[in-house]
């Protein structure tokens, strides 16, 4: 069973305007959650981290939400631009219950149309 | 240069046959780890390594071996190649747990 789950498997929008992915993860050990993003025929590169003692954590473009409660984050983009076309991966850990190793979502493919 | 290195990049081999995938890092990560990368399933661990011998599996070992000698390497063996370990690989390396991972660029694996 899948324990971090990218519910949208694609998602488009228009130069300039926010990009949102979505993450959604089932254990509740997990404190330590992760963006990548991949261009084809590389492999993923880091984007933006949270521990879940922070809500929001931001870096440029780039903004990342917690909500604990719900056990959802989301990656916010803004303002979205053609180069940010690329498969987006969520990944979560935790120290605790042995999920020290990070798990990965089925990812997102964002296309920025111009 | 500082980094993580695949080799091959790309791969063709027919089934029964071993093939052994290579993964070599620069900056004595303790952390290693092997992803296969599949339509509809994302990024699957294969095995990881906390450090030199030692490892451990992951999601999806069934027909992977793999060995860590030297911090800096993680070979990945298919030890009798299987047309459904078409796939592509990456190797990843953290320096520690709640770490980021820097990934390689993949080794696309074909197994005719």
């Known amino acids: 069973d899948q324990q971090v789950k990218q519910n949208s498997p694609s998602l488009s929008v228009q130069e300039g305007r926010i990009s949102i992915l979505n993450c959604d993860y089932t254990?509740?050990?997990?404190?330590?959650f992760l963006w990548y993003k991949k261009y084809p025929a590389e492999g993923p590169t880091f984007l933006i981290s949270?521990?879940?003692?922070?809500d929001k954590n931001e870096d440029g473009r780039f903004t990342v939400f917690l909500n604990k409660s719900a056990k959802h984050l989301s990656l916010h983009i803004v303002p979205s631009q053609p180069g940010d076309s690329a498969v987006y991966f969520c990944?979560?850990?935790?120290?605790?219950?042995?999920?020290?190793?990070?798990?990965f979502g089925r990812g997102t493919s964002l296309i920025v149309h111009p | 240069d500082a980094g993580i290195t695949q080799s091959p990049r790309y791969k063709i081999t027919e089934t029964g046959r071993q093939v052994t995938l290579m993964c070599h890092q620069t900056?004595?990560?303790?952390?290693m780890f092997w992803y296969r990368q599949d339509l509809g399933h994302g990024l699957r661990l294969i095995y990881y390594?906390?450090?030199?011998?030692?490892?451990d599996k992951g999601e999806v070992p069934d027909g992977y071996v793999v060995s860590r000698s030297k911090t800096e390497n993680f070979p990945l063996t298919l030890e009798s190649a299987t047309r459904s370990q078409t796939s592509v690989y990456f190797c990843?390396?953290?320096?520690?747990?709640?770490?980021?991972?820097?990934f390689g660029d993949g080794t696309r694996l074909s197994i005719l």
């Open positions: 990843a390396s953290s320096a520690g747990v709640n770490q980021p991972q820097h």
């Open positions: 390594s906390a450090a030199a011998d030692i490892t």
């Open positions: 900056w004595s990560h303790s952390y």
């Open positions: 254990n509740s050990m997990f404190d330590y």
């Open positions: 990944a979560a850990s935790g120290l605790g219950g042995g999920s020290y190793i990070p798990t």
């Open positions: 949270i521990s879940s003692i922070k």
